[in-house]
């Protein structure tokens, strides 16, 4: 399942942004970047859009896994887990974050994947 539209973060002001200035929260799968959002690095259609949830990204890098269907699959689990996490979160709506998996995620199971990225999400405090 992918993110709503109005969860999808876009666009490469954003993620230069992201990268650049993010807070970064380090586990060992994974780096969970968080960023108050500004919605004038968003494309114009999407600038005025009132969402009830933060806007989120996932970035899986062919060094995870060379075939597209490994990455696909962890990226379908993670959207479907942000969603559930972050769609009732009206709270921080005003919030950007990027997952970047690291190359050994793709060697770990699915439960501590997920476990892993609600402790990053709490540590950076989208979690209660």
Not at 16 to 31: A, E, H, I
Not at 65 to 73: E, F, G, P, Y
Not at 86 to 95: D, K, R, S, Y
Not at 98 to 114: D, F, G, N, Q, T
Request: with cysteine; aromatic share 4%; hydrophobic share 40%.
């Amino acid at each position: 399942m992918v993110l709503p539209a109005s969860m999808r973060l876009r666009g490469s002001r954003c993620f230069q942004r992201l990268q650049k200035w993010g807070y970064r929260f380090y586990g060992t799968s994974m780096v969970l970047r968080v960023i108050e959002a500004d919605p004038q690095l968003l494309k114009a259609p999407h600038r005025h859009h009132n969402s009830t949830a933060c806007r989120c990204a996932v970035v899986i890098s062919s060094k995870v896994s060379k075939r597209a269907v490994i990455r696909n699959r962890l990226r379908r689990l993670l959207h479907d887990h942000l969603r559930s996490r972050l769609e009732v979160a009206p709270e921080h709506c005003n919030h950007w974050v990027l997952i970047s998996l690291k190359p050994v995620a793709s060697a770990i199971e699915a439960s501590p994947l997920l476990e892993e990225c609600d402790r990053l999400l709490h540590q950076a405090g989208l979690l209660s």
